[in-house]
T-cell receptor, first 109, second 115 residues
Framework: DAKTTQPPSMDCAEGRAANLPCNHS???????VYWYRQIHSQGPQYIIH???NNETNEMASLIITEDRKSSTLILPHATLRDTAVYYC??????????FGPGTRLSVLP | KAGVTQTPRYLIKTRGQQVTLSCSPI?????VSWYQQTPGQGLQFLFE???????NKGNFPGRFSGRQFSNSRSEMNVSTLELGDSALYLC??????????????FGPGTRLTVL
C-alpha cells in the first residue's frame, strides 16, 4: 500500500497558484518525498523531490513540514497544460515506487 | 539526450498468447524498472533490473518476467495472456546512484490490449 494520502481531485484557476497537499505521516528518516505527474495516458513526469528542506526548481516548489509528516507541491502559475494526475511518493532511493491514486488537478480557464 | 523509448507503442494480442515489450533507457542509466497501469489497480511496480540482474520484484505472478542486456536495454515478457493483462506498461530508467536519491524517467508506455 502507498504510504501517502492525497485528495482525489482539486481545481485551480488558470494563472493562480496550485497547492497540492500530501500526507505521509509514517515517513522514515531516510525517505525522500517525490512528486510526479501524469498527463493523460503519457508516462509519469518527474517534478521535484526533497528530504526535509524546501526545494524549488523551474517547475515547482516543494514545502515539507518540519516534522516531515506532510508536504505541499506548489505550481506558482498554473496553466491549462498543468492539468494532470499528480502523485506524491516516498522512497529511499527513488526507485520501486508504490503509487497511490494521486490527485487529479484540473486547471480551469 | 534521448529519453526512454519503448516499443511497440500499441499491441493487440489474444488470450493465451505471449508478448515481449522492449525498453531502451536513457544513455548512462543502469537501472530499468517496469510498471503496469490499469484503471482498476492504478500504477503498480512489476520489477527492477540493474546490471542484468533482477534486483526488486513486485507482487505479480510468474507469467510476468523480464531481463536486462549488457547495454542496459530491457525486455519484459508476459506469457499465457489473460484479459486482465490489458494495461499500459511503463518502463522507467535511472542512474541507480546508491548513495542518494535517484530520479526515474518514464517512457511513453506500451498499450497492450488482450482480446
Amino acid at each position: 500500500d502507498a504510504k501517502t494520502t492525497q485528495p482525489p481531485s482539486m481545481d485551480c484557476a488558470e494563472g493562480r497558484a496550485a497547492n497540492l497537499p500530501c500526507n505521509h505521516s509514517t515517513i522514515s528518516g531516510n525517505e525522500y518525498v517525490y512528486w510526479y505527474r501524469q498527463i493523460h495516458s503519457q508516462g509519469p513526469q518527474y517534478i521535484i523531490h526533497g528530504l526535509k528542506n524546501n526545494e524549488t526548481n523551474e517547475m515547482a516548489s516543494l514545502i515539507i513540514t518540519e516534522d516531515r509528516k506532510s508536504s505541499t507541491l506548489i505550481l506558482p502559475h498554473a496553466t491549462l497544460r498543468d492539468t494532470a494526475v499528480y502523485y506524491c511518493i516516498v522512497s529511499v532511493y527513488g526507485q520501486n515506487f508504490v503509487f497511490g491514486p494521486g490527485t487529479r488537478l484540473s486547471v480551469l480557464p | 539526450k534521448a529519453g526512454v523509448t519503448q516499443t511497440p507503442r500499441y499491441l493487440i494480442k489474444t488470450r493465451g498468447q505471449q508478448v515481449t515489450l522492449s525498453c531502451s533507457p536513457i544513455s548512462g542509466h543502469r537501472s530499468v524498472s517496469w510498471y503496469q497501469q490499469t484503471p482498476g489497480q492504478g500504477l503498480q511496480f512489476l520489477f527492477e533490473y540493474f546490471s542484468e540482474t533482477q534486483r526488486n520484484k513486485g507482487n505479480f505472478p510468474g507469467r510476468f518476467s523480464g531481463r536486462q542486456f549488457s547495454n542496459s536495454r530491457s525486455e519484459m515478457n508476459v506469457s499465457t495472456l489473460e484479459l486482465g493483462d490489458s494495461a499500459l506498461y511503463l518502463c522507467a530508467s535511472s542512474l541507480a546512484w546508491d548513495r542518494g536519491p535517484n530520479e526515474q524517467f518514464f517512457g511513453p508506455g506500451t498499450r497492450l490490449t488482450v482480446l
